[in-house]
């Protein structure tokens, strides 16, 4: 009979300790998750050039001016940006750089969204092709 007791006593303090331990893997597991949710975070709002990507297109209009339409779009996970600044490259054919200059796109873009944007400028004689960069962003 001493050796039932025993039996079930030691049946129940391992049933209720492997109960307790899951609870407290599961708690665990959770406080990874945010820390490595707000870990995601961090690089995205220290990096912004890494997860946006500045695509467009250029033409003349009948004024003589470079039009230039763009599309910027958010790779992140978790973070906006706004704000971006975009820097544009003016090149020759032969791959000279002519003109550098600015654009800044007042919009917020949502993680996994692309926002568009339209620039008009003088650009200098000569110029063949135009390239973009995002610069910076802000969160």
């Known amino acids: 009979m001493i050796k039932i007791i025993s039996f079930l006593f030691a049946f129940l303090t391992i049933t209720i300790v492997s109960c307790q331990t899951k609870t407290e893997k599961e708690t665990t597991a959770a406080k990874k998750y945010e820390e490595s949710k707000l870990s995601i975070e961090e690089i995205e709002q220290q990096s912004p050039a890494k997860f946006l990507t500045v695509r467009g297109t250029d033409k003349k209009n009948l004024v003589g001016q470079t039009v230039v339409k763009g599309k910027i779009s958010n790779t992140a996970k978790v973070v906006s940006y706004k704000d971006v600044d975009v820097k544009l490259f003016f090149y020759s054919k032969t791959g000279a750089l002519l003109m550098e200059d600015q654009e800044m796109v ?23 092709s135009i390239a973009m960069k995002v610069m910076s962003a802000k969160f």
Do not use: C, M, R
């Open 106 to 128: 007042y919009e917020t873009i949502a993680p996994g969204k692309t926002v568009n944007f339209k620039s008009k400028y003088f650009s200098p004689k000569g110029t063949d």
